[in-house]
Every structure is written in structure tokens, then in C-alpha cells.
């Protein structure tokens, strides 16, 4: 088999595993029903599309955004608050050429796939007080 032939396999099954992998809106819904089903008709309109608003409870976000890439506290003079920070999730693909010497001419290739960037790359930041959501931050 030839290198090209790997590597195009290799990254179809990463992409596939990549969306397998991830929890879908829906799937979240149905696993909390009774609870999404308590929620006001707005509410639960924003939450299938995956917006979540100033007041809503932890639960509301995880139904909407699913689980935070990170969550980390936030001081300050109003005291502490939790932030859930969610990155872009698109991949990024890079492509690297080498060249080298030392006695014998080498020359290599690389392709890079990655799925997050630096933590600057958070696409949204939820900040909640007293379990409900207080302020956001998005990307634009």
C-alpha cells in the first residue's frame, strides 16, 4: 500500500472518529428530557439552537454547549465566579516541508490535523455566579 493510501485512511478515520466522538444538541436533550421539558418554550428554543442566555442554570449550558473544553475561577471584586470556556472545534490542517544536509541531502514532508488552538481560540466563555449564567463572552 502506497504512503499517499495511508495517509488518506488515516485521516478519513480520524475525521470520522473526531465526529463520532462528539455529543450532538439532541442526544443531550434526550438524555436530560424531563428536566428540558420543564423549561420555558424559549428556553428550550435556544438550547436546540445551541444559544444559551444571561440567567440560565449550568444545566441549560451543558444542554446547549455540551461539556467546556476547560473551566477555571475568576476573581474578582465582586468575588468568584466559575468560567466555562468553549473552543472552536473545527480542525485546522497544516502542511511542513524539511530540507536537510550534514554529508547526505535529506528531504521531508509532514501533514499536521489538530482540533483546538491556544486558549486565546475560545470561541465563547459563559461566566456564572450562584449557578446562573451572569455575563458572556464570544468571539466574533
Known amino acids: 500500500m502506497k504512503v499517499q493510501n495511508i495517509i488518506v485512511i488515516a485521516l478519513f478515520a480520524f475525521v470520522a ?8 444538541t439532541s442526544g443531550r436533550i434526550k438524555k436530560n428530557q424531563q428536566l428540558f421539558d420543564g423549561f420555558p ?18 444545566d441549560m449550558v451543558l444542554m446547549a454547549l455540551g461539556e467546556p473544553d476547560r473551566r477555571y475561577t475568576r476573581t474578582t ?7 466555562w470556556a ?3 472545534k473545527a480542525p ?7 530540507i536537510g544536509g550534514g554529508g547526505r541531502t535529506s528531504i521531508g514532508t509532514g ?13 465563547v466563555r459563559v461566566i456564572f455566579e450562584n449557578d446562573r449564567v451572569s455575563s ?3 468571539a466574533k
Open 136 to 138: 458572556l463572552e464570544q
Open 41 to 58: 418554550a424559549e428556553v428550550q428554543s435556544n438550547i436546540r439552537a445551541g444559544k444559551v442566555d444571561i440567567g440560565y442554570t449550568s
Open 77 to 83: 471584586e465582586r468575588g468568584n465566579s466559575e468560567v
Open 17 to 24: 472518529l473526531l465526529f463520532t466522538g462528539c455529543s450532538t
Open 111 to 123: 501533514v499536521g490535523i489538530s482540533t483546538g488552538g491556544d486558549r486565546s481560540d475560545d470561541k
Open 86 to 88: 468553549y473552543r472552536s
Open 92 to 98: 485546522a490542517l497544516s502542511f511542513g516541508l524539511g
